[in-house]
């Protein structure tokens, strides 16, 4: 077999070589550079705005699923505020109202301590005749709990009325302030007499009438006026209220004018029965 001739590569047709492929690959690549460009040009016009378009829109929904999602957190947060505020609001006013029952009671023990002479029991206020105003109402303590007809009832310092119905377990009482009510009265520091009369009219004012003191009986505004000696059902002693502004009447024998309540017979929700009768 017949041995190739050897070939030998010189130097410098290698580098002429070399310097004809980077020439050719240059030329190429002109070439397709001028061709390709008006291709870029015409697609960047069509797929740019595109582009830009979707990604304004992923921006947009992105934006509204965070805040529908911030919303709905919020409103989570929102809700369960206000059932803790409605848990606190309620809790305040049973904390209110054991506040206010705990001082009305420490009255009632101060009243008993007042008129301890008297033995009495507490009752609560269960019922009244329609009106702003105590004038007839219903205890929850009767017959069983040793309640009798023309017993005093008292509170806030003072004469509340007396009994005058009693089933078993409840009792019905007619305050001072009733129109059909008379007490025979007497000024503390003199004992001057006179008659509390009850009116159901006055008493929007503040208000009920004292009447009958003699033409020289000495009243001053303030002037505290109990129940009498001479009263056939009340107990003596029994606070009633304050005069005020008694003036001389037009028979020129007695004086008469106004008594301000010693009671609150607007708000009336517990009471001692006196369970001594006169």
Not at 96 to 103: I, V
Request: a negative charge.
């Amino acid at each position: 077999m017949k041995k190739l001739p050897k070939v030998s590569v010189s130097s410098k047709q290698w580098l002429t070589g070399i310097t004809i492929v980077c020439v050719a690959l240059m030329a190429v690549s002109l070439f397709t550079d001028s061709i390709s460009r008006p291709v870029k040009d015409v697609v960047s016009v069509v797929v740019v705005p595109m582009q830009k378009g979707i990604n304004d829109i992923g921006t947009y929904v992105y934006s509204k699923y965070t805040l529908l999602k911030d919303f709905s957190r919020i409103s989570e947060e929102n809700l369960a505020l206000k059932e803790e505020i409605v848990k606190l609001t309620e809790e305040n006013s049973q904390l209110s109202l054991n506040k206010f029952e705990l001082e009305r009671l420490r009255a009632l023990y101060d009243l008993d301590d007042k008129y301890a002479n008297y033995k009495k029991t507490a009752a609560r206020v269960i019922a009244k005749q329609p009106g702003n105003w105590y004038s007839v109402f219903t205890i929850d303590k009767g017959s069983e709990d040793g309640i009798e007809v023309d017993m005093n009832v008292i509170a806030d310092g003072g004469l509340v009325g007396i009994v005058t119905d009693v089933g078993k377990h409840y009792a019905n009482v007619r305050s001072i302030i009733d129109d059909s009510n008379h007490v025979s009265g007497m000024l503390i520091n003199t004992g001057a007499s006179c008659t509390v009369e009850g009116s159901l009219n006055l008493m929007d004012s503040g208000y009920i009438y004292v009447k009958y003191f003699k033409k020289d009986a000495e009243v001053l505004d303030g002037d505290k006026v109990v129940t009498s000696n001479i009263s056939s059902k009340y107990l003596e002693g029994l606070l009633i209220g304050y005069v005020k502004e008694v003036t001389m009447d037009p028979n020129s024998l007695t004086q008469s004018g106004y008594l301000i309540p010693v009671v609150d017979f607007e708000h009336l929700q517990e009471v001692l029965v006196i369970l001594d009768k006169k």
